[in-house]
């Protein structure tokens, strides 16, 4: 009697450690990625490249704009305009803010990505990458992310985990530089492939440790 109480408190300590495992992997709704290689493995090969290439540059542009008029349409938006810059490659566009700590926020997905990616970084007056932080907050509050970039190939993507649509994506600087002015190229706007749900591994790893433990019991009784 003291063997079954004590098996059946075992097996109530493992489903409550499972189910609380369970609850708290089920909330993280994206993984980070900061690898494009690693981001483009982890979504569907049809996705979506806006480069901004089409976008003039040195000189102001009045925030909101719409880029792309097929499927994939969206918004991108600066509370005090845009003033995109050349990167050092000719031809190749930067979307970069009118103001310093300035945010850019990505929204109105005609097509709603399940994962988003892209090289995000900081600039000053020049248009010369800087060290500093940058922050990257999807719709509205359910993924906050920062991380240090020094370089315009610092890249941040975020893939869905459970097929949340992304809504919005809202970078800004951290620490409140006066000279860090937000930049953003080649944003990737993707599906993400479908994975097993976390309950899933934990239900298995759950299962292979009670049939060690009775095949270890098995074993104890043999010997005995």
Known sequence: ??????????????????????????????NVYTDKTAFLAAVGQAYYTETFNSLVTNQVLV?????????????????????????????????????????????????????????????????????????????????????????????????????TPITSLKLSTVGGNSTQYVTSNNLILATALPVPEPSTYLLGALASTVLAAVARRRKSKIQA
């Open 1 to 30: 009697m003291i063997r079954y109480s004590k098996r059946i408190s075992l097996w109530a300590a493992s489903l409550a450690l499972f189910l609380t495992l369970a609850g708290s992997l089920r909330a993280a709704d994206f």
């Open 63 to 163: 925030s909101p704009i719409t880029l792309n008029s097929g499927p994939n349409q969206f918004v991108a938006s600066a509370s005090l305009n845009f003033f995109n810059i050349d990167g050092p490659t000719t031809g190749d566009v930067w979307l970069s803010t009118n103001n310093t700590d300035d945010p850019i926020t990505f929204s109105s997905f005609a097509t709603q990505p399940t994962a988003i990616g892209g090289n995000f970084f900081l600039t000053d007056f020049t248009g010369t990458p800087i060290a500093g932080t940058i922050r990257a907050v999807l719709n509205a509050g359910s993924a906050d992310y920062s991380t240090s970039v020094s370089s315009s190939t610092n890249f941040i993507g975020f893939v869905s985990v459970n097929n």
